[in-house]
């Protein structure tokens, strides 16, 4: 298979504490997507920012890999939900994500929590996402529930 490129793009104007921007990805599912200062850095709703555009990225490809890997071991899953929640850091060094902590739910049939446990670690360790971002991050964890 041939490799996939996937593509996005922001645009900011001003300064950053009264700049504001957008951003826009190829497929159209985010257009022109407002992101600023204060929806990074202060809790405004009014817009998006990088930190939780990479948690969405995370969860998604986090329940992807579980999903296959369930799959896989012959339990195709009925639903995977995951809440992924990153953790921006300030340091001395300036701001780092440090911390990202996968809170996952899944109705499947004939496993056990056990072995539920066990396939969403492999999937933590092995989705592309995770692997691009734990070399950098202080702490990667995950909460595993089975719905029955």
């Not at 921006?88 to 446990?117: C, P, R, Y």
Request: glycine share 8%; aromatic share 6%.
């Amino acid at each position: 298979m041939a490799d996939i490129q996937r593509s996005a793009e922001a645009t900011w104007r001003g300064d950053l504490k009264n700049g504001q921007g957008s951003t826009s990805t190829d497929t159209g599912v985010l257009k022109n997507t407002p992101y600023s200062f204060k929806t990074r850095f202060e809790n405004e709703k009014q817009g998006t920012n990088p930190e939780e555009l990479i948690a969405a990225a995370h969860a998604s490809c986090f329940s992807m890999a579980f999903s296959k890997l369930l799959a896989d071991g012959g339990h195709p899953p009925k639903e995977v939900r995951t809440k992924a929640t990153l953790t921006l850091a300030k340091t001395e060094a300036g701001f780092k994500i440090s911390k990202i902590h996968l809170e996952t739910t899944g109705m499947v049939d004939g496993v056990d929590q056990a072995t539920f446990e066990q396939t969403a670690a492999k999937a933590k360790e092995g989705c592309p996402v995770s692997r691009l971002l734990k070399p950098g991050l202080d702490e990667m964890t995950m909460k595993a529930t089975l719905q029955k």
